[in-house]
T-cell receptor, first 109, second 114 residues
Framework: GQNIDQPTEMTATEGAIVQINCTYQ??????LFWYQQHAGEAPTFLSY??LDGLEEKGRFSSFLSRSKGYSYLLLKELQMKDSASYLC??????????WGAGTKLIIKP | DAMVIQNPRYQVTQFGKPVTLSCSQT?????MYWYQQKSSQAPKLLFH???????NEADTPDNFQSRRPNTSFCFLDIRSPGLGDAAMYLC?????????????FGPGTRLTVL
């Protein structure tokens, strides 16, 4: 079966750095997405990785290792508004998006 | 601004009473998706349309139907809602279905079943 694993919840301090990990087992791989979802709202796109390595976009960076079936989302200089769920999703060989359940990130002052 | 719009944002219905959720998009995207998301769970794909081609996920209950009368609009019909159908329903679009195509989501409709 296809599987995406992420930690259920993480806590970090305002101004700090946090790394959210995602491991996946899917039938084929056509890219990995990270989305941010605030409580009661729709997911919004953060990043896309299809090749190994680090993609940086402002305070957020995303890393991919296809051989390890592993990605992480790195958030720097955390702000209170970063409190949200972060969802990892992998596009499989049928171009379907397989979603993780999300990691709830709690930011403390 | 190009966007995905869902109406209503909140819908309350009674057990067994049919309900229709709507989604429209100004992105002119070919692909539209309906997801169901329950609290602290991954979004679950119910259907998607590639233009007018309808694709039903194997485990989507028959109670759920969908219509796409034109490129801009898509509807989700729940024929006889049960208590287990209470969830957030998310509509998303993508330009095509290529690997690089990002899905853009509407704000969602939160369905309550009494």
């Amino acid at each position: 079966g296809q599987n995406i694993d992420q930690p259920t919840e993480m806590t970090a301090t305002e101004g700090a750095i946090v790394q959210i990990n995602c491991t996946y087992q899917t039938s084929g791989f056509n890219g990995l997405f990270w989305y941010q979802q605030h409580a009661g709202e729709a997911p919004t796109f953060l990043s896309y990785n299809v090749l190994d390595g680090l993609e940086e976009k402002g305070r957020f960076s995303s890393f991919l290792s296809r051989s390890k079936g592993y990605s992480y989302l790195l958030l720097k200089e955390l702000q209170m508004k970063d409190s949200a769920s972060y969802l990892c999703a992998v596009r499989d060989s049928n171009y379907q998006l397989i979603w993780g359940a999300g990691t709830k990130l709690i930011i403390k002052p | 601004d190009a966007m995905v719009i869902q109406n209503p944002r909140y819908q309350v219905t009674q057990f067994g009473k049919p309900v229709t959720l709507s989604c429209s998009q100004t992105l002119n995207h070919n692909v539209m998706y309906w997801y169901q998301q329950k609290s602290s769970q991954a979004p679950k794909l119910l259907f998607h349309y590639y233009d007018k081609d309808f694709n039903n996920e194997a485990d989507t209950p028959d109670n759920f139907q969908s219509r796409r009368p034109n490129t801009s609009f898509c509807f989700l019909d729940i024929r006889s809602p049960g208590l287990g159908d209470a969830a957030m329903y998310l509509c998303a679009t993508s330009a095509l279905n290529r690997p690089t195509d990002t899905q853009y989501f509407g704000p969602g409709t939160r369905l309550t079943v009494l």
